[in-house]
């Protein structure tokens, strides 16, 4: 029976700007692979469906391998299309390294592989965040729509970086590269993680502490954390000070959106960056100090290649009979 191999990732098959050599290397993985398969393997790119669309199980007849954004893979749609639910699929390949839009405990039960790219866009995603954390503190959105029409600056200026304390929430190897990219701005450095790598700090002069202190003494506070929890609510903010500069280019999730809001609007906390669409729709942010963006973080040639490379060498592998390098639910294979 033919195989099919199903790339939703959007970004798969994105022209690069600087044409690095390594550009359209993971295509021609999953093309060599479908040419030495004697036409048993067929690859359809359907990069331009919206992540947010509902996925229906028509979509996936005789799916095998799916190279999967961030659309919503739930029990009851594994159920469906599973190989041990009367479908075909075998393997879920995250292109990036969140898998907060796979019920893990569904696939497992339903025999499906789910691997990610851990660290393929963590450089990237972290040199974002140094952006962002420059343009909250420089309110550089207002400013630009002071100065783009014809007006002097208006509002108080921006605040000073060096020798601020910065608080990391989540010191996985985004956090980490943040830590490295802001040293150069001889800033102090409070961690908080669930698992605390003290050998890192001791490394890098950090100090692990907890969440309300973070938030009661650092200057600068930036999620990097893998919760699909709110982190930051209310209480808080009600911590922080009015010169708190909060940046969140890891999950919407994490902040409380309304909350963060709020505290902008009244002048409670600096200004507030996410690196996600504002859904609040009912909430303007004209004239507030808060930076959206389009959860592009990873989004330059190099982070694309790394989530394109991995997401393809798994289903290269699973393809050929091998367990991919880099399992979530190492249960499967287990079994």
Known sequence: MKQKILVLATSFLDEMITHPKEEGK?????????NSSNG???IEYRCGRYPGAPLQAEEFKDVTAVIADLEQYDREFLSRVSKNGGGSLGIISRYGIGCTSVDLDAATEFGVIVANAPGCNALPTAEWTQSTI??????????YNTASAGKSKEGPSRLDITG?????IGTGTIGKYVVKLMKGYDVNILAYDIYPD??????NNARYTSLEEICSNADIITL???SSEVIIGHGEIDLMKPTTLLVNCARGILVDNRAVYKAVKNEKIWGYGLDEIWTEKDLSLDGLNIIVSS???SDSDMGKIGMQVMSAEAVVDYMSGKAPKHLVN??????
């Open 40 to 42: 048993q393997i067929e």
């Open 134 to 143: 420059m343009d909250v503190a420089g309110r550089r959105i207002l400013q």
């Open 198 to 203: 003290h050998q890192w700090a001791n490394d």
């Open 164 to 168: 601020k304390t910065l608080g990391v």
């Open 330 to 335: 190492q249960e499967v294979i287990n079994k």
């Open 26 to 34: 993971a295509k021609q993985m999953l093309d060599q692979l479908a």
């Open 224 to 226: 990097h954390a893998s």
């Open 295 to 297: 959860h592009v973080g």
